[in-house]
């Protein structure tokens, strides 16, 4: 069975220090990747997409930035963190086949707190 | 520009009676829906989904409808269980672009009284 991992579940940055979050999945080969993030009070945005390594796609002009090493692995950075990058940031994979998306798992999130 | 637009931030119903929420969208090229559950520092869990070619899905006490027409969805819970109180999400996507990328609603907080 196909499972998500994301880390940290919390985590508190001052402004301006770099920031890095990690998601891994399991069970899956050439998923297709997505950092998500849910500010307070708002639904989930999309930030960013991988169909594969290397690359990726931006949804939002943004401060931050995203890597994909490799197949199952999909990294949320920033080098220098404002205030409004504070949100609850949410990883997801998916399989796209026929006529169907699959999987569309989501991590358990992390909250970012930046102070 | 809100593709995807859930109107009614919350909604409180009584055990037992029927929940239905609804979502509406604006790009036609959406052809694939699904809904979310969502408890406050989790992430969401799948509900149910429909595709475009259907107008109907159901799953246990969970019934989607689609009418394309009016670009329209809802959700039907029924019987509505306290259990069931959460954020609930509606997304959409254009399966033909093979990237799988989801467009959430803001959500609809649903709360179920005893």
């Known amino acids: 069975s196909q499972t998500i991992h994301q880390w940290p579940a919390t985590l508190v940055q001052p402004v301006g220090s770099p920031l890095s979050l990690e998601c891994t999945v399991e069970g899956t080969s050439n998923p297709n990747l997505y950092w998500y993030r849910q500010a307070a009070g708002r639904g989930l945005q999309l930030l960013f997409y991988s169909v594969g390594i290397g690359q990726i796609s931006s949804e939002v002009p943004q401060n931050l930035s995203a890597s994909r090493p490799q197949d199952r692995q999909f990294i949320l950075s920033s080098k220098k963190l404002l205030l409004s990058d504070s949100g609850f940031y949410l990883c997801a994979w998916s399989i796209v086949r026929g006529a169907g998306i699959y999987g569309y798992t989501f991590g358990s999130g992390t909250r970012l707190t930046v102070v | 520009d809100q593709q995807v637009k859930q109107n009614s931030p919350s909604l409180s119903v009584q055990e037992g009676r029927i929940s239905i929420l609804n979502c509406d969208y604006t790009n036609s090229m959406f052809d694939y829906f699904l809904w979310y559950k969502k408890y406050p520092a989790e992430g969401p869990t799948f509900l149910i989904s429909i595709s475009s070619i259907k107008d109907k899905n159901e799953d246990g006490r969970f019934t989607v409808f689609l009418n394309k027409s009016a670009k329209h969805l809802s959700l039907h819970i029924v019987p509505s269980q306290p259990g069931d109180s959460a954020v609930y999400f509606c997304?959409?996507?254009?399966?033909?672009?093979?990237?799988?990328?989801?467009?959430f609603g803001q959500g609809t907080t649903l709360q179920v009284k005893p």
């Open positions: 997304a959409a996507s254009a399966i033909y672009s093979n990237t799988g990328k989801l467009i």
